[in-house]
């Protein structure tokens, strides 16, 4: 399952982060940085689902 988690973190990273937390606050989070600019969403959506 963390692959598949990987996987959409990297291509999606609101997606990833979904799968994982489910649609809440910190998608939402990773929802504004990513449309804002991919880079920021995408580490947050890394740091979200495998550091914390």
Do not use: D, Q, S, W
């Not at 990987?6 to 504004?32: E, S, Y």
């Amino acid at each position: 399952m963390n692959i598949l988690i990987l996987i959409a973190t990297i291509l999606v990273p609101p997606l990833g982060v979904a799968l994982k937390h489910g649609l809440g606050g910190t998608f939402l989070i990773n929802l504004i940085l990513t449309l804002i600019f991919f880079v920021p969403g995408l580490i947050h959506g890394i740091y979200v689902n495998f550091v914390r």
